[in-house]
Structures are given as C-alpha cells and as structure tokens.
C-alpha cells in the first residue's frame, strides 16, 4: 500500500514528483495586524477577524478588499469564525468554552444581521437557515430566513 498520498494529507510532505523550480504564486491579501481566525466562504470570499476586532474581506479571484469594519473590542480576546454553507453569513463567536456573544455577520458586506448572547460554538445547517449554538445546558436554534 503507498502511503504518499495519506502523507501529503497528514504531514504536509509532498509526494514525487513535484516540480520545485517553478515558484507558485496564489493572490497576497494586504494586512497591517495580526489575525485572530480567517475562513473562505464557498463563494470565494476570505474573511478574517483582527487583533484589533474588525473584520476584512477580500474576493479572492481578485484580491481586492471587499470591506474593513471594527466589529468587536480588542479587550474581548480572540473570536473564530465560522461561515454558513450557504455562503450568506459569518458568525463571530469567541475561542473559550464560556457563553459569550455571537454576532451574525451578512458575508457580502459586513453588516450585521443577528446577535445572540451568551452562546458559544456556533453553527449553521447546511441550507444556512438555521443557526444552532450552546448556552451551557442546553442547544438553542434561531431562523436566519
């Protein structure tokens, strides 16, 4: 059995053969800060979230910066993000396991849609209809229609 292919996937190591002299190039997206978290919606748009709290989108089939709005407070750590399969939201939610606020993002321009206290580990269901998260003892659900 060739483990190549299971290395390149686990470990990163490049199977043969590969042709290094040719240097590939993918788009750079321009940024000043250090980022807490970044996620690619299906539609090719790349989000990320600062360490300052904004958020920055970029298409990237162009590289070009769709927007960069302060979202959250740099004093509330850092967030993940996590895009609805639909490719209509992102959700801004913070790495500890502790409740905390989960805003709702439109991923087309930044604007605000939903915002739910106390919640944490946000997800979407895969028609991005629904969005679910925990509050501790219990799963809440919200529409996103």
Do not use: N
Request: hydrophobic residues 40%.
């Amino acid at each position: 059995m060739d483990l190549a292919p299971l290395h390149v996937l686990l470990l990163g190591i490049p199977q043969e053969p590969w042709d290094y002299s040719t240097p590939r190039r993918g788009a750079r997206f321009k940024h000043d800060i250090a980022f807490w978290d970044a996620v690619v919606s299906r539609d090719g748009i790349l989000v990320g979230v600062d360490a300052e709290g904004s958020i920055r989108g970029w298409d990237t089939t162009t590289g070009r910066r769709l927007y960069h709005r302060a979202v959250v407070s740099k004093a509330d750590g850092p967030k993940r993000l996590t895009c609805s399969p639909d490719g209509r939201f992102v959700a801004i939610s913070s790495r500890d396991v502790e409740p905390s606020v989960v805003i709702v993002l439109s991923l087309a321009t930044a604007k605000e849609v939903r915002r739910v206290d106390l919640c944490t580990s946000p997800v979407f269901s895969p028609d991005g209809a629904v969005l679910a998260a925990a509050d501790g003892g219990r799963i809440r659900r919200w529409s996103m229609k």
